[in-house]
C-alpha cells in the first residue's frame, strides 16, 4: 500500500527554520515526482514544490523561491522541504504526495496523499 507520512511540523517565528520529512512507502520514490503542498484556512491547496525522485530535478512556488529547498533521499525513501526565513504567510497545513504520471505539480496531478503536518508561523 501507499503510504506517505509527513513530520517535523510546528510552530516557529518569523524568520526561523523548519524541515519537513515525508516518510514513503509502497512505492519506489526514485521513479515518481512528489510534490510539497499547502493549504492556507480560506486559501485552494497549492503546489510548493516538487521534485523528481530520478533526477533531482525541482521546482518551486514563486513565493517561497530562495527560501525552501526541496531534496530526496532515495535510499530512505523520503522526501524533504527545508524552510528557512518562514514567514507568516506560510502558516498552512503541509501535505506531502506522490504524482499520478508525469512531473507537474497541481494537486489534481498527485494521487496519493500524507496526512498533513501543521506548521505555524507567528511570533
Known amino acids: 500500500q501507499v503510504q506517505l507520512v509527513e513530520s517535523g511540523g510546528g510552530l516557529v517565528q518569523p524568520g526561523g527554520s523548519l524541515r519537513l520529512s515525508c516518510a514513503a512507502s509502497?512505492?519506489?520514490?526514485?521513479?515518481?515526482?512528489i510534490g510539497w503542498f499547502r493549504q492556507a484556512p480560506g486559501k485552494e491547496r497549492e503546489g510548493v514544490s516538487c521534485?523528481?525522485?530520478?533526477?533531482?530535478?525541482?521546482i518551486y512556488t514563486d513565493s517561497v523561491k530562495g527560501r525552501f529547498t526541496i531534496s530526496t533521499d532515495n535510499v530512505k525513501n523520503t522526501v524533504y522541504l527545508q524552510m528557512n526565513s518562514l514567514k507568516p504567510e506560510d502558516t498552512a497545513i503541509y501535505y506531502c504526495a506522490k504524482v499520478r504520471s508525469g512531473y507537474g505539480c497541481y494537486p489534481l496531478e498527485y494521487d496519493h496523499w500524507g496526512q498533513g503536518t501543521q506548521v505555524t508561523v507567528s511570533s
Open positions: 521534485i523528481s525522485g530520478s533526477d533531482g530535478s525541482a
Open positions: 509502497g512505492f519506489t520514490l526514485a521513479y515518481y515526482a
